[in-house]
């Protein structure tokens, strides 16, 4: 991602969370050394046969030190069950085994079934709860986690 995809990614942030991430948030993961924001695009033909590119979904995660962290992932509404959240889970643990990342974690709200599905799917396992963590609902998180195997 980079500061001039912002417009589009927050069309995706606020269609996708009842409380989403400020611009502001996000300029600030851009900046991170630490933080990536990978976005997933569509191509777009023009009438004219011009191609250009719309931004479906994004994923964000910290590398820090061994460990991934992914803080948030979203799709369009549109584009949702196509794939687009597995492919950008897919990329993040490529570059976590390529940066030889060794553990992969992340928290998922409680009521979040195609999340959780989609994590699961992935290998992910539930570690724990973080009681209360989604304040504005009061609801909990589920922690978990991936640990990323590396050939000897």
Known sequence: MTGADLDEV?????????????P?????????????ILVAVEPLTSASG?????????LIYWLVHDEVHI???AVGPEHRRKGVAC?????????AHQAGAALLTLEVRRSNQA????????DYRAVGVRPN????????????VKELKHPR
Request: glycine share 6%; proline share 1%.
């Open 50 to 58: 011009r191609g250009s590119e719309r931004i479906v979904g994004f």
């Open 115 to 122: 999340a959780l599905e989609l994590y699961r799917d992935f």
């Open 87 to 95: 492919t950008l889970m897919g990329e993040t643990e490529r570059r």
């Open 133 to 144: 963590y989604y304040v504005d609902e009061g609801e909990d998180a589920i922690v978990m």
């Open 71 to 73: 803080l948030n992932v």
């Open 10 to 22: 927050m069309v995706i942030e606020r269609a996708a969370f009842r409380h989403p991430w400020s």
């Open 24 to 36: 502001e948030l996000f300029r600030r993961e851009l900046e991170h050394d630490w933080s990536t």
